[in-house]
């Protein structure tokens, strides 16, 4: 009779479920737009109010790969609240990308976008828009990575040189962040900060960075509240250095940072940036900087470890090129070696400027630190645009990272007014995401895209020709990554003093699962033993004897 009893309770109570699953489905039928005659796309709302958001959150990248092999490249769902058309493929992304401000709108979160503030490039449209981005362009122009090239060399010399002076293991993804972050203040903005400022400030981005995407309720304690608090802390910081910055521009004319090339852009389109502006602009730059270079810098090492033979084909090039010679020490500033004429880029860089991790340790570490590095036999000379753009496996390479593990799996648009893809609907009011990741992993312009091949990007094959968008790591149309030379910038960098001055091992039994929202990194970090090439040649040799 209890069994009766339940199943007559549970019946009724399942049947109500299916009927709301049913009119939760019929509702968002219902608003299609029906001045036009082609249906919705094929896929599932999932449950009223939730969607299919707890399917998306626990199934991550397979929650996409699974529905678009049922429903097509171009699939309905309903994810955070909102009606999303995903979509996949290089022609139906083309018209994404090349559609911002006529049929679509970029699309941040409300939490992201009163973080950032509403004077920085990712939260302008239109006119204004075009106007800013066209100030920053100078700030990522060929003339200005020359510039930063030389301080971004010093800070990646310095960090991997931690990295190796390290007696255990290193989390690569906290590593890299790290390292991306003293990029951005020290090459990118030209800050000259005490150690222990650099880590606080490091720490008070990290808050803003874990809460930039969060509910939009401000309240005490809330995700938005913390956001907005580190922000505020990261504004007030950069306040008083560009109000030094103002006051020297008045009386120099010499271009060394970011912000040197940003009012100088301001000044020629007639446009007068205002503090708030140049504090919005400044912590965005280092936002744009930051998290996605990182995961890229992860994938690089990752890769590179995982593939050996390619990474022995990128030493070959370093040799031939001359980039690996002999030298002791490693940590250096440029402005210590040589005693001629410097060139307008070098006297960007401090005198005083040497390897900062220094500056904090005791006597007795600060010894032991430079013992380590005198052991080096292998230094990489200071490099230049046009050396580093000879590369040409090493650009295979970086390219292939971008393309096998692109940071961002996708972007996110508000449809501005009803248009068609591959024969449905998608209505205004919508939104819709292009998938850069499942874009890449399908695309038939790549033989076999699951394949880890730099060589599919030689000037022979190089099969991202076939398609124009079935390469999109830094998106495409007016929205495309303004600071795209910029990363590939760092990630070349990098790689050349890694693979010129180290050597590196996995710390675990198996490689980690790769998530990727919000961004692509390695669940639980990626754990790696490095080491100087020298110190692993001798320990090699030492178990032969």
């Known amino acids: 009779m209890f069994v009766v009893a339940a199943l007559c309770s549970l019946v009724p109570a399942l049947l109500l479920l299916l009927l709301s699953r049913a009119l939760w489905g019929l509702r968002w039928s219902s608003a299609r737009d029906r001045s036009c005659a082609l249906p919705l796309p094929r896929g599932s709302m999932g449950w009223p109010l939730v969607g299919e958001t707890l399917h998306w959150l626990l199934q991550g990248s397979s929650f996409h790969i699974s529905r678009r092999q049922k429903h097509g490249n171009v699939f309905k769902t309903h994810l955070l609240g909102k009606p999303v058309i995903r979509v996949t493929g290089a022609e139906h992304v083309r018209k994404i990308l090349l559609g911002e401000h006529t049929l679509v709108s970029t699309q ?28 920053l362009a100078r700030v990522f122009s060929r003339e200005a990575l020359e510039t930063y090239l030389l301080r971004l060399q010093d800070v990646v010399k310095c960090e991997v040189a931690q990295w190796c002076a390290e007696a255990g ?25 005490e150690e222990q400022r650099i880590i606080y400030l490091s720490k008070i981005f990290e808050q803003l960075m874990s809460n930039l995407f969060s509910l939009p309720v401000d309240a005490p304690l809330s995700g938005l509240r913390k956001g907005k608090r580190a922000r505020d802390i990261l504004h007030v910081a950069m306040e008083n250095i560009i109000e030094k910055k103002l006051k020297k521009q008045e009386q120099e004319d010499e271009y060394c940072d970011a912000f040197d090339y940003m009012l100088s852009g301001a000044k020629d389109n007639s446009y007068n940036l205002t503090m708030q502006e140049l504090k919005e602009t400044a912590v965005e730059l280092i936002f744009a900087a930051h998290s996605t270079t990182a995961s890229a810098a992860t994938s690089l090492i990752l890769q590179l470890m995982r593939h050996p033979d390619v990474a022995e084909h990128v030493r070959a090039e370093l040799e031939a090129e001359g980039l690996i010679t002999e030298a002791r020490g490693s940590c250096r500033s440029r402005c210590s070696e040589g005693s001629g004429t410097r060139s307008k880029f070098e006297k960007c860089v401090d005198q005083e400027e040497v390897c900062p991790e220094l500056k904090t340790k005791s006597l007795l570490d600060k010894t032991t630190f430079l013992e380590e ?11 230049s645009l046009e050396k580093l753009n000879q590369l040409s496996y090493l650009d295979c390479v970086v390219k292939e990272v971008l393309r096998y593990l692109p940071p961002v799996s996708g972007g996110y648009r508000t449809v501005l007014q009803t248009f068609e893809l591959d024969g449905y609907q998608i209505p205004k009011g919508w939104s819709v995401m292009y998938s850069i990741r499942d874009t890449h992993e399908t695309s038939p312009a790549f033989q076999n895209p699951e394949l880890f091949d730099p060589d599919r990007f030689s000037p022979e094959r190089d099969e991202s020709k076939a398609s124009r968008f079935s390469y999109v790591p830094f998106g495409g149309g ?45 669940v639980n970090g990626l754990h790696v033993k490095f080491n100087y090439r020298n110190h692993a040649r001798n320990r090699r040799e030492s178990t032969h004897l």
Not at 111 to 135: D, F, Q, Y
Not at 373 to 383: A, C, E, F, Q
Request: glycine share 4%; hydrophobic share 40%; charged share 20%.
């Open 373 to 383: 590095s005198h052991h080096l036999r292998t230094h990489v000379p200071y490099l």
């Open 108 to 135: 941040w979160p409300q939490s992201a976008r009163i973080i950032l503030g509403p004077h920085t490039l990712v939260n302008s449209t239109g006119e204004l828009h075009r106007k800013k981005r066209k100030i």
């Open 169 to 193: 293991s290193v989390d690569a993804y906290d590593a890299t962040r790290s390292l991306t972050f003293r990029v951005a203040m020290r090459a990118l903005l030209g800050l000259r900060l």
């Open 478 to 522: 007016v929205r495309r990554c303004i600071g795209r030379e910029l990363a590939v910038l760092v990630l070349k960098t990098l790689c050349v003093e890694l693979l010129a001055t180290a050597e590196w091992t996995l710390a675990t039994e198996t490689y980690p699962r790769m998530q990727t929202v919000p961004i692509v990194h390695p």
